[in-house]
């Protein structure tokens, strides 16, 4: 799984979401594939994102695209996870 700007599917500098074929997946999706191999909540996605809180975030997963700086944060932690 990997978070992106380096796909023909970016645009305007947003990055995607990957899956662990190469295969750009659906935002709401791919985020909640991302937090859950993170293993974090809700309330840690916003916590480690510097969102407020949980609340603060529910709007990506009724599908707001979230903004590139949150996509930027998540792809580091989850980077940190591959060997």
């Known amino acids: 799984m990997e978070i ?3 796909h023909p599917e970016s645009q305007r500098g947003i990055p995607i979401i990957l899956n662990d074929l190469g295969k750009p ?12 191999r993170l293993g974090w ?3 840690q996605f916003a916590a480690f994102c510097f969102y407020k809180s949980a ?25 940190a996870l591959e060997p």
């Open 4 to 6: 992106t700007c380096h």
């Open 25 to 36: 997946m659906q935002m709401t999706e791919g985020l909640k594939a991302v937090i859950e």
């Open 41 to 43: 909540s809700r309330s």
């Open 55 to 79: 609340r603060s975030v529910e709007k990506f997963f009724q599908g707001a695209t979230p903004p590139a700086h949150t996509l930027n944060l998540l792809s580091v932690h989850l980077a």
